[in-house]
């Protein structure tokens, strides 16, 4: 049974900064990229940032670049999401996807391409 648990949700004030964590079990996902995903109320869910493997490729969301790191711990089976200068319009729950298929170590901002999802954790931003 694969499982990915997000966690480091919570409130904050516009400018500041919280790490996201997702830990993966039940496989080892080390030759897989993986990603974050956001849903807002009301909107789609949409893609923040993506990591290959070995962490040496990233891809980010245009809203996300310059603000968000995305990072792997492939023995820990863990990705974090760094955000910082946090804008009230980065509310939403955030979720940690593994990418599945032929092409699973491919990056991608296609949520279709994704296979595993955590039950998201929710990231508040105040004005």
């Known amino acids: 049974q694969v499982q990915l648990v997000e966690s480091g949700g919570g409130l904050v004030q516009a400018g500041g900064s919280l790490r996201l964590s997702c830990a993966a079990s039940?496989?080892?996902?080390?030759?897989?990229?993986m990603g974050w995903f956001r849903q807002a109320p009301g909107k789609e869910r949409e893609f923040v940032a993506a990591i290959t493997w070995s962490g040496g490729s990233t891809y980010y969301a245009d809203s996300a670049k310059g603000r968000f790191t995305i990072s792997r711990d492939n023995a820990k089976n863990t990705v974090d999401l760094t955000m910082n200068s946090l804008k009230p319009e980065d509310t939403a729950v955030y979720y940690c996807?593994?990418?599945?298929?032929?092409?699973?170590?491919?990056?991608?901002?296609?949520?279709?391409?994704?296979?595993?999802w955590g039950q998201g954790t929710q990231v508040t931003v105040s004005s």
């Open positions: 039940g496989r080892t996902f080390s030759s897989y990229a």
């Open positions: 996807a593994v990418k599945g298929g032929s092409y699973a170590y491919i990056l991608s901002r296609s949520h279709e391409e994704y296979a595993y």
